[in-house]
């Protein structure tokens, strides 16, 4: 079946750094890709819809200067949080089609 | 405003018992509707989804029952055994064509227990 892959599965940073999540379709193409943040023991929130080869959408609310997206392929989405503070501490969740990714756990100190 | 209203928030069933969980939409131009499994720091798997054109898909354990007048869709886990214990998330997407769109609208969540 389809997979989607991404990286890393855990990630400490500094306050202040930026941090690059890599989100991989391994058997298919995507040309769109799915974004969300996930807070402990609450559902998901979408952040915003990837797109190959033109510019993301992103949700209300969500700073699309803070968490840069990259669709340069039809596999690979990439979401970069940038300025890293510890309120953005959560889990960050990729999908393509109806495939979920594994999930990137964020802790920023 | 919640497009997809999920319950119960928790449920504890005894193994070999049913579990039921229940959600409920309200944009009528959703035509997918796909039901996740999620394990503590993984991501949603999903478990199985359905179409409003049938009223029922059923897949070993797991049934989901759709009643499209009254715009609500359930899952059923028969036989509910202590591995299921995860949190099961309902969703629904609109446009919905050969797998092209699935910019998904997710309920809040079940946590569901199956004690030994």
């Known amino acids: 079946g389809a997979v989607v892959s991404q990286h890393p599965s855990r990630v400490i940073c500094k306050s202040g750094t930026s941090v690059k999540i890599e989100c991989r379709s391994l058997?298919?193409?995507?040309?769109?890709m799915f974004w969300y943040r996930q807070f402990p023991k609450q559902s998901l929130m979408l952040m915003a819809t990837?797109?190959?080869?033109?510019?993301?959408?992103?949700e209300q609310g969500v700073e699309k200067d803070k968490f840069l997206i990259n669709h340069a392929s039809l596999t690979l989405s990439t979401l970069t949080v940038t300025s890293a503070h510890p309120e953005d501490s959560s889990f960050y969740i990729c999908?393509?089609?109806?495939?979920f990714g594994s999930g990137t756990r964020l802790t920023v100190v | 405003q919640q497009q997809v209203k999920q319950s119960p928030q928790s449920l504890i069933v005894q193994k070999g018992g049913i579990s039921i969980i229940n959600c409920a939409y309200e944009?009528?131009?959703?035509?997918?509707f796909p039901w996740y499994q999620q394990f503590p720091g993984k991501g949603p798997a999903l478990l199985i989804a359905?179409?409003?054109?049938?009223s029922e898909k059923k897949e070993g354990r797991f049934t989901i029952s759709f009643n499209k007048s009254a715009k609500q869709f359930s899952l059923h886990i028969m036989d509910s055994q202590p591995g299921d214990s995860a949190t099961y998330f309902c969703?629904?997407?609109?446009?919905?064509?050969?797998?092209?769109?699935?910019?998904?609208?997710f309920g809040k969540g079940t946590l569901l227990t199956v004690n030994p």
């Open positions: 999908s393509a089609t109806s495939v």
């Open positions: 058997d298919f193409q995507a040309t769109t």
């Open positions: 990837s797109n190959e080869g033109s510019k993301a959408t992103y």
């Open positions: 944009n009528t131009a959703f035509d997918y």
């Open positions: 359905i179409r409003p054109d049938v």
């Open positions: 969703a629904a997407t609109r446009g919905y064509s050969g797998g092209s769109n699935y910019k998904l609208t």
